[in-house]
DNA sequence: GGGCAGGTGTAAT
DNA sequence: ATTACACCTGCC
């Protein structure tokens, strides 16, 4: 039997799991013929189907398994929920009009050292190949689940290989970065779990002294790994989003993006992100002109100016109706 | 076949 | 503080 799972029927289990932040997920063909969604979190294999709206656990269907897939989805009673976030979201016109096309994103609850590596091992990559690298490092260095599956790799297993196993898992030159990151861990000099406790700015600041860290991978950690609701992820999508429906199309730097998303989603800039990352992938085509990158200049129309303000401009509008 | 891909490190302004 | 350039390697 499968278990309903309440408070899913908000949650849009594709777009969530396709919206970039976790790569070990693949679809199936369940016995009905229908998707089925099967993952790794932490030490179980989940099987997921959702028709219509209702999210269904097909397996493990047991207490723990039921409590640990909430927690991982957001969807506990204790957790910010989803309408409320896309109400007060839609204050932003912009936003607005970019729900329609995203609505139901959530943000899982990862672990943050799944989360580090995955996205150090995603730079300069692309997702097909991000997945194989991940899939063959938790078949090299993970635990055994049983039905052909693994656990992600401890920091002190990935911290100990071989780099003739990180080359086979195709990590090529970013090998030496995951791996000086899983001693870090392993050596206890640096603390994940603490950073999800400091300020942002803070935990940022010791996630980019990691070697293969820098502000996109720091960002993305931060924000799907750490709980850290306000991070804003810069990359080539959300930029493109940005700067086409803010900004007029305008080049601006990250250091200028990031600004614009601290004032305008506050606490709810992550969440900000993923839909408009979502809606730049499946409705913003690259143009010519996004390239080469240009910092601003003086005199070229945009300039230094704010963005264009919507009626409700600036996060504390936008918070005051979640 | 060659450029590209969810960036980052490094060296040189 | 900013700006080029190289980079493993499978994919399209």
């Not at 989003?241 to 709810?268: M, N």
């Not at 390239?291 to 996060?315: K, N, Q, S, T, V």
Request: aromatic fraction near 8%.
């Amino acid at each position: 039997m499968a278990a309903l799972l309440p408070g899913g029927d908000a949650l849009d289990l594709a777009r969530t799991l396709q919206s970039g932040q976790t790569f070990r997920w693949r679809w199936e063909r369940g016995p009905g013929g229908g998707p089925v969604a099967v993952g790794v979190v932490g030490r179980d294999v989940f099987r997921l189907s959702q028709d219509g709206r209702e999210l269904w656990l097909i397996a493990p269907d047991t207490p723990g398994g039921r409590a640990r897939l909430t927690e991982y989805l957001g969807v506990s009673p204790a957790a910010r929920r989803i309408p409320s976030i896309e109400t007060a979201l839609a204050a932003d016109p912009v936003v607005a009009r970019v729900l329609a096309r995203t609505r139901g994103i959530g943000i899982l609850a990862q672990d943050p050292w799944e989360v580090l590596v995955s996205f150090i091992v995603s730079a300069n990559n692309n997702i097909p190949k991000i997945c194989t690298s991940i899939d063959r490092l938790c078949r090299a260095l993970g635990a055994p689940l049983g039905e052909g599956a693994f656990a992600f790799p401890t920091p002190d297993r990935l911290a100990a290989a071989r780099s003739r196993m990180l080359a086979a898992c195709l990590l090529g030159y970013r090998a030496p970065y995951v791996r000086a990151a899983a001693r870090l861990i392993a050596d206890g000099r640096l603390e994940l779990a603490r950073l999800a406790r400091m300020p942002l700015d803070t935990a940022r600041e010791r996630l980019l002294e990691i070697p293969g860290v820098g502000e996109k991978v720091a960002d993305c950690t931060l924000l799907f790994g750490l709980r850290h609701t306000s991070a804003f992820p810069v990359d080539v999508w959300v930029r493109r989003a940005v700067e086409r429906l803010y900004f007029r199309g305008r080049p601006r730097t990250a250091r200028q993006i990031q600004e614009f998303a601290r004032e305008r989603f506050g606490p709810l800039a992550g969440y900000a992100q993923q839909h408009l990352f979502c809606y730049a992938r499946a409705h913003l085509r690259p143009r010519a002109d996004d390239a080469p990158r240009r910092p601003p200049m003086r005199g070229d129309g945009g300039g230094a100016r704010r963005p264009d303000r919507g009626e409700l401009g600036g996060y504390r509008a936008i918070v005051a109706n979640a």
